[in-house]
């Protein structure tokens, strides 16, 4: 609808001020398309959530969300890994898995970049038995095609063991 800047053009303004860690302009882009009556992709939506994620502008990401609901867009799992990512940057690691354990309840599956997140998360907090249980629920699933939660999961362990023999 409308003249001006089409989606691919906002989407190159919203990575570069994602990249500059400049999420007011980001969110002012994504204002701006509602104004001129474009239609808002899942895409654009990502790539502002994870403007304000580098942040740490959580609320402004669940009000991202509600935003996308309202307009119809389709949430996916991108976005609440997303969001995820920027619970564990603020050291919120239980706040993360309660995204994590609420995807569920919005029908949606926890993919291989989820799994991977989360883990990091708690693993990064400390919380050995909920990242072991993570693992395992990932190993239930199939998920872990790549072997890189494997590899993070083995770092935790090691790290943790060698904590462990430091102060025996």
């Known amino acids: 609808k409308g003249d001006g800047p089409d989606e691919f053009s906002h989407n ?3 990575s570069i001020y994602s990249k500059a860690r400049r ?3 980001a969110l002012g882009i994504i204002n701006e398309m509602e104004k001129a009556g ?14 304000c994620s580098v942040c740490g502008r959580v609320e402004e990401m669940l009000e991202l969300l509600e935003k996308m609901e309202r307009g ?7 976005h609440y ?3 995820i990512g920027a619970y564990g940057r603020l050291g919120k690691w239980e706040e993360a898995l309660r995204i994590f354990y609420g ?5 949606l599956k ?6 991977v997140r989360v883990i990091t998360v708690c693993a990064k907090a400390g919380k050995k038995d909920v990242v072991m249980m993570l693992w395992k629920r990932m190993k239930d699933d199939g998920v872990d095609e790549f072997g890189t939660a494997r590899s993070e ?6 790290m943790d063991q060698a904590h462990e023999d430091v102060y025996k």
């Open 12 to 14: 190159i303004m919203l």
């Open 23 to 25: 999420w007011e302009d």
């Open 38 to 51: 474009r239609e808002i992709s899942g895409r654009s939506y990502s790539i502002a959530l994870t403007a």
């Open 72 to 78: 119809s867009v389709e949430r996916d799992v991108r």
């Open 81 to 83: 890994t997303i969001l």
């Open 103 to 107: 995807l569920e309840d919005k029908g």
């Open 110 to 115: 926890p993919n291989h970049v989820t799994y």
């Open 153 to 158: 999961i083995e770092h935790f362990i090691e």
